[in-house]
């Protein structure tokens, strides 16, 4: 009974890995994509954002490497330690690069760019920058929010209020 829970959970965690590196690979296309259509898209980074997700990256790289080396290292060796431990660190490290991912922001003349929703500033309504690092603001008649923790805030203002 053990072995089919182990069995099971280790599947989940594949499933999990490989959904959230394959939402990381759409949002680079995507930033790809955008900055290549919009030249004036630049990342809106504070200091402190510009280490946070540098370091993230390389953790992000070091991390998926390193999981999946262990994870062929466990089936070829018969170790079933190494192969969950490759696969709990693999998971992990995706879904948190993920997450953080998902919250970047790029600005430019005409748009921003929050994760992988391109967003015209002409059609923006009630913007609010909240004291618990967020933004909320309506667009196409839909209420939207994203952390604004490692955004340059002062930036962001001056290229909204344009």
């Known amino acids: 009974m053990h072995e089919v829970i182990s069995q099971v959970i280790s599947f989940l965690l594949l499933i999990v890995i490989v959904w959230f590196n394959y939402t ?20 809106c980074f504070n200091s402190t954002g510009k280490i946070v997700y540098s370091v993230l990256l390389i953790l992000y790289i070091v991390g998926f490497i390193g999981g999946i080396v262990a994870i062929v290292y466990g089936l070829t060796h018969d170790s ?3 192969y969950n431990a490759g696969l709990n660190v693999a998971a992990l490290i995706s879904v948190i690069f993920g997450y953080f991912l998902s919250s970047i922001v790029l600005a430019g003349k005409k748009y921003m760019l929050v994760g992988r929703m ?11 920058f909240t004291t618990s690092n967020k933004m909320s603001f309506v667009y196409v008649q839909n209420d939207y929010s994203f952390s604004t923790r490692f955004v340059d805030k002062t930036q962001l203002r001056k290229i909204i209020a344009r």
């Open 80 to 82: 079933i330690n190494i």
């Open 118 to 128: 391109m967003i015209d500033y002409r059609k923006l309504k009630k913007v609010n």
């Open 24 to 43: 990381i690979a759409n949002i680079a296309v995507t930033l790809y994509k955008c900055k290549k259509a919009d030249k004036s898209l630049h990342f």
